[in-house]
């Protein structure tokens, strides 16, 4: 098993920053993509933000240019820093890794984490 935990969610006024964090442990041999969804009150949980073993990235366009995930692979563990923040923005953020947990790679899932909420308002 493998568990995540988050951390860094809160209120926030429009135009601001926050910087989310979420490290991975437990039955880890490979973590081979990790990013963060969002999901907001009456609508679908959707990726925001994604991030390879190889460090390639994407996002979701309406936070290109504000959001910027990144990695620390010896932590295990994934950042997302989330500038020019707008009420749109205000939504719960789960964390998500696909984890390779035995050598062989026949051990592969999804994991997520329990959720942290971010909320975008003056």
């Known amino acids: 098993q493998v568990q995540l935990v988050e951390s860094g969610g809160g209120l926030v006024q429009p135009g601001g920053s926050l910087r989310l964090s979420c490290t991975a442990s437990?039955?880890?041999?490979?973590?081979?993509?990790m990013g963060w969804y969002r999901q907001a009150p009456g609508k679908q949980r959707e990726l925001v933000a994604g991030?390879?073993?190889?460090?390639?990235?994407n996002y979701v366009d309406s936070v290109k240019g504000r959001f910027t995930i990144s990695r620390d692979n010896a932590k295990n563990t994934v950042y997302l820093q989330m500038n020019s923040l707008k009420p749109e923005d205000t939504a719960v953020y789960y964390c998500?890794?696909?984890?390779?947990?035995?050598?062989?790679?026949?051990?592969?899932?999804?994991?997520w984490g329990q959720g942290t909420q971010v909320t975008v308002s003056s």
């Open positions: 998500n890794a696909y984890v390779q947990s035995d050598y062989s790679g026949r051990i592969r899932r999804d994991y």
């Open positions: 437990g039955s880890i041999f490979v973590i081979h993509s």
């Open positions: 991030i390879v073993s190889g460090g390639s990235t």
